[in-house]
């Protein structure tokens, strides 16, 4: 059989079950069954493949780092970030976007999820930021550019999709570790960028909290966060695997949102689980499409044929990571972000580690370009749910989050070109 005709086979049947709007993991499963039944490969390595693809260790991690994050965005911690955030930042010109940027910091700590981030912050700063006299695209703008750091800042379960993707070789405590001071780059970036649209546009300085207060603000936002210091604290220190720190996570964030707080009724586990249950096993489903897929990629050797034709463009690892984020950031456009890790992690890693970048450094390179993708028309997931919480239209919503989208670019630029800024806290605890 000839290997052109079954890469294009697998790559155009793809295209086009996309196209006629057949879900990801179908479309996946879908192209690599074409593809072996002209290989006239027997169709149980499919199944086979996939049973393998989910029958790991770590993806247990995965579970409950969503329904901690359900958990928690389902009652009011993320008001509580939000007040801690105020005290910190509030007070300056302009000051309800800098608590926006930073309370997406700290939820993404909990959360993970660009998406439950924009939601959770979202519904609360953009009706907050409305009522202060903030323009409506500008609120839409700042909150769903700021909750990309979800896609970068620990514990993210996209960073472990990347570590599945990769084969499991990585090590997800490193990648935690590298998400960190990128995590804290991009807030800065986006706070500056924040301040200087709020005095262009003559916002006005944000009300100082009063101090009798702040104790009480300050204990209810260190609570809240200790679900991420349970997560990456047992992980760094190595008492807990990722997947014993997410079981413990969920048992915190249950006791503290109905048991502490009670900030809703017990009755709503259920609809928690439910709701967790439905992304689980949608994530699942993807990873073992991704595996059957993988599979084919790795049969037809496409990561090694990919890895050629780009050193033979050129042999510098300057040129070839910029052609990387063109390719990633173009992607990120139509598709979603987890599907993508799943696909295009097995075909470039091969390529970024033969011009000696190291997969934890590209790890956060490429969940910052797909993080980026989830802003972009048609598909942007977080801008259209922006868009809804806000009330605005698409449109709009995109004019006000380009100043953002030139910042989080340039920030993705730095951090692919100055690996150190990635890789200064895994190579510290190695």
């Not at 290997?3 to 990801?24: G, N, Q």
């Not at 300056?92 to 700290?106: D, H, K, P, S, Y």
């Not at 709503?268 to 499409?289: D, E, P, W, Y």
């Given at each position: 059989m000839?290997?052109?005709?079954?890469?294009?086979?697998?790559?155009?049947?793809?295209?086009?079950?996309?196209?006629?709007?057949?879900?990801?993991?179908?479309?996946?499963a879908g192209s690599s069954i074409l593809t072996l039944l002209y290989l006239k490969?027997?169709?149980a390595t499919v199944g086979q493949t996939m049973i393998q693809g989910m029958n790991s260790y770590s993806l247990l991690t995965i579970p409950f780092f969503i329904l901690a994050g359900q958990i928690m965005s389902e009652g009011r911690m993320a008001l509580r970030?939000?007040?801690?955030?105020?005290?910190?930042?509030?007070?300056?010109?302009?000051?309800?976007?800098?608590?926006?940027?930073?309370?997406?910091?700290?939820?993404?700590?909990?959360?993970?999820?660009?998406?439950?981030?924009?939601?959770?912050?979202?519904?609360?700063?953009?009706?907050?930021?409305?009522?202060?006299?903030?323009?409506?695209?500008?609120?839409?703008g700042v909150t769903v550019s700021a909750s990309i750091q979800g896609v970068v800042v620990p514990p993210s379960h996209n960073l472990v999709l990347y570590s599945l993707a990769a084969g499991g070789g990585i090590s997800i405590t490193s990648l935690f570790l590298a998400g960190i001071v990128p995590g804290i780059?991009?807030?800065?970036?986006?706070?500056?960028?924040?301040?200087?649209?709020?005095?262009?546009?003559?916002?006005?300085?944000?009300?100082a909290v009063p101090m009798s207060e702040v104790p009480k603000i300050i204990r209810d936002g260190l609570l809240s966060m200790?679900?991420?210091?349970?997560?990456?604290?047992?992980?760094?220190?190595?008492?807990?695997?990722?997947?014993?720190?997410?079981?413990?996570a969920c048992l915190y964030a249950f006791i503290l949102?109905?048991?502490?707080?009670?900030?809703?009724?017990?009755?709503?586990?259920?609809?928690?689980?439910?709701?967790?249950?439905?992304?689980?096993?949608?994530?699942?489903?993807?990873?073992?499409?991704?595996?059957?897929?993988?599979?084919?990629?790795?049969?037809?050797?496409?990561?090694?044929?990919v890895t050629e034709?780009?050193?033979?463009?050129?042999?510098?690892?300057?040129?070839?990571?910029?052609?990387?984020?063109?390719?990633?950031?173009?992607?990120?456009?139509?598709?979603?972000?987890?599907p993508l890790i799943m696909i295009m992690t097995p075909i470039l890693l091969p390529v970024v580690t033969a011009i000696g970048v190291d997969p934890v450094h590209f790890g956060i390179i490429m969940m910052l370009n797909l993080g980026?993708?989830?802003?972009?028309?048609?598909?942007?997931?977080?801008?259209?749910?922006?868009?809804?919480?806000?009330?605005?239209?698409?449109?709009?919503?995109?004019?006000?989050?380009?100043p953002f989208f030139y910042v989080l670019c340039i920030v993705l630029l730095v951090l692919t070109y100055i690996p150190e800024l990635v890789m200064w806290l895994p190579n510290k605890f190695k």
């Open positions: 000839d290997t052109s005709t079954a890469i294009w086979i697998l790559s155009i049947s793809f295209v086009l079950l996309v196209l006629l709007r057949f879900p990801i993991s179908l479309s996946l490969v027997p169709l970030l939000i007040n801690m955030a105020q005290v910190i930042v509030g007070a300056i010109r302009g000051g309800l976007a800098m608590v926006n940027c930073v309370a997406c910091m700290f939820f993404g700590n909990i959360s993970g999820s660009a998406v439950a981030d924009v939601s959770s912050i979202g519904s609360v700063m953009i009706p907050m930021m409305k009522k202060k006299g903030y323009d409506t695209d500008y609120t839409v780059i991009l807030c800065l970036s986006l706070m500056v960028t924040s301040y200087i649209i709020a005095v262009r546009r003559g916002y006005q300085k944000g009300e200790m679900t991420a210091v349970i997560i990456l604290g047992g992980i760094f220190t190595g008492w807990f695997t990722a997947t014993e720190s997410g079981a413990l949102t109905f048991l502490v707080y009670r900030d809703i009724p017990l009755r709503r586990m259920g609809v928690i689980l439910k709701r967790t249950l439905r992304t689980v096993s949608m994530v699942l489903f993807l990873i073992a499409a991704s595996a059957s897929f993988g599979y084919v990629l790795a049969f037809l050797k496409v990561p090694a044929l034709w780009m050193l033979s463009i050129s042999d510098s690892p300057i040129i070839i990571l910029l052609i990387i984020n063109i390719l990633l950031l173009l992607l990120g456009a139509p598709m979603d972000m987890a980026i993708g989830l802003l972009t028309p048609p598909v942007g997931t977080v801008l259209f749910v922006g868009a809804a919480i806000g009330n605005t239209s698409i449109s709009q919503a995109t004019r006000a989050m380009m």
